[in-house]
Structure formats: C-alpha cells, structure tokens
C-alpha cells in the first residue's frame, strides 16, 4: 500500500466485494418449478470474465481461479482489469 492509502484511517474497514458469475431469466412457472438438483443457465459461460461490485459499483473484472496448497479447492478471483479507485467508491 502507498502512504496516501495507510494514512486513512477507513483503510483498515474491511469491506464486501461481491463476485457476479452470471444471470438467470427463467420463467416464473419455471422458477417455482425449482427443486433439489435442478439447473439453472445462466448467461455466461464457465471461462468467461466475472465482475467484482462494492455496492453497486463495478470495480474490477477477473476469471475464477482454484486456490493451491493449503487452500486448494478454495475459490478466488484473479483480477484482470481494475477500476481507478483514487476518487474513491
């Protein structure tokens, strides 16, 4: 981290990022029709880049990725692309 980031005290808030893999758009009568085991597309697919959002705001892109070692099978994000985020959220 630069010295700007460290000299703000909200640096150390931790804040949810949430991971957008994709969309469904199933029918209603579909939906209700959902059960244990049922599929539902969604409109990318596996390879395709997933996007990060705090709130509303898109801040970066990346494609999924297995964490290794003592984390392996874990799921994480390598990020690709990043928003500047120097004016903030």
């Known amino acids: 981290m630069d010295d700007l980031t ?9 804040i949810e ?3 957008s893999v994709g969309k469904a758009r199933p029918m209603v009568k579909d939906l209700l029709r959902l059960s244990k085991d049922a599929v539902l597309q969604l409109d990318r697919r596996v390879d395709d880049p997933v996007e990060l959002y705090v709130g509303d705001r898109l801040i970066a892109r990346g ?8 984390l392996a099978g874990q799921l994480a994000v390598r990020l690709t692309e990043v928003a500047n985020l120097r004016g903030g959220l």
């Open 63 to 70: 494609e999924l990725t297995e964490l290794e070692g003592d």
């Open 6 to 14: 460290d000299a703000n005290p909200f640096s150390q808030v931790p």
């Open 17 to 19: 990022v949430t991971i």
